[in-house]
């Protein structure tokens, strides 16, 4: 019998529903640590996404997972950098067998465990220089500089769609291992809490979930919505991510349309009830990597409309509805369309958990994983 691995992990800010690399480090350090792995994940101090009232609700030891956290300096573009930084440090010099790294900035540290012999695997959760805030100065260069260090360093590079793999294939020659995320089954929830604090029933709403951040393409989907004839609301449940002035923007575009309505981050069982009872889920991306929140969505029976993306398009195959990306026009169609037809919302509807829990799967995505740790 093998020794259980010691695996080390960082990239995540800590085990929440943040962002969609904390959800994949959560399901996966999980099921690592069910199956007698030690995994210690080193996050960052400070601030939740969701407010401070979210900061102390992570235990150090989550379903058998070790948490410790990394001095983090709170400032804009330096939180991620310096609680890398601490991380990286500690797991080169801490007692493991293999450390995983999630997103590319993280990855610029790749060089330091790789340097005291440890095994590394980066996980490329999207091309991140090519997101909007990332755009100018040091954050986009430090971004890419880790993409070229997990080139250069990372013993297996993980990538969570076709077309990133591809870009690394072209860009640097370089192999990587197609592993997307997985989703799980979840239980359908009755509108109780929603109601309650919303007024929002079961069909009432079209429902945008995730970090409000430009590449989702939230301000096609309000310019859309505005000139769509129909009385269910436009539901955006998310919190921002270093983009208050982007949360700002949007609140003014929605200005004049009280259809149009803001819930902040949500989790929990407020969560299963704004995607249990949607009338539809839309994600009009212009950039993602493997988007969670479609995944979700999907698993709990709704029809969704989505951007023509690959990476999007990908998932979906022919159970979704599709738009042009950034076309506000052909949006506002589509959207127009869904509310005045709900015969063809129902179709998608009947289909989709089936469809996405069979193609995705985390027991699936954690065996592949541990392949690669093992792997000589």
Not at 29 to 55: F, I, K, L, P
Not at 330 to 341: P, T, V, Y
Request: contains cysteine; neutral net charge; aromatic residues 10%.
């Amino acid at each position: 019998m093998e020794r259980n691995l010691r695996i080390a992990v960082f990239g995540q800010k800590r085990l929440s529903r943040e962002g969609g690399v904390e959800i994949v480090v959560k399901e996966l350090c999980t099921r690592m640590a069910q199956q007698g792995c030690q995994v210690t994940c080193y996050n960052r101090s400070g601030h939740h996404v969701s407010g401070a009232e979210y900061d102390d609700i992570d235990n150090t030891n989550y379903d058998g997972i070790r948490q410790k956290h990394v001095p983090t300096i709170e400032k804009k573009g330096l939180a991620a950098v310096s609680a890398s930084a601490f991380a990286a440090l500690y797991s080169a010099f801490g007692k493991y067998d293999v450390v995983h790294i999630h997103a590319e900035g993280p990855a610029f540290f790749s060089w330091l465990p790789k340097m005291f012999g440890k095994r590394v695997v980066v996980t490329i959760h999207g091309v991140d220089w090519q997101r909007e805030k990332w755009q100018s100065g040091f954050g986009s260069k430090f971004i890419r500089q880790g993409e070229k260090n997990a080139v250069k360093y990372a013993d297996e590079i993980i990538v969570l769609s076709k077309g990133v793999q591809d870009y690394f294939k072209e860009t640097y020659g370089r192999e990587t291992h197609f592993i997307p995320n997985g989703v799980n089954r979840p239980q359908i929830r009755k509108a109780n809490l929603i109601t309650e604090k919303f007024g929002l029933k079961k069909d009432s709403y079209i429902l945008f979930l995730g970090r409000l951040v430009p590449e989702k393409g939230i301000r096609y989907l309000v310019e859309a919505f505005k000139n769509v004839k129909t009385d269910k609301k436009l539901v955006i449940a998310g919190g921002s991510s270093d983009t208050d002035s982007f949360m700002e923007e949007l609140k003014e575009l929605a200005k004049g349309d009280d259809r149009i309505l803001f819930t902040g981050f949500v989790q929990g069982a407020m969560l299963d009830e704004l995607y249990s009872n949607a009338y539809i889920y839309t994600l009009p991306s212009d950039l993602e990597g493997m988007p969670l929140s479609l995944l979700e969505a999907m698993s709990y029976g709704n029809c969704c409309l989505v951007s023509d993306i690959p990476e999007c398009a990908e998932v979906v195959e022919d159970k979704a509805l599709i738009f042009k990306k950034s076309d506000v026009q052909d949006l506002q169609e589509k959207l127009q369309d869904a509310c005045d037809h709900p015969e063809k919302v129902d179709v998608h509807k009947e289909q989709a958990a089936d469809f996405i829990c069979k193609k995705y799967n985390w027991d699936e995505v954690t065996k592949e994983t541990m392949k690669l740790y093992r792997r000589k």
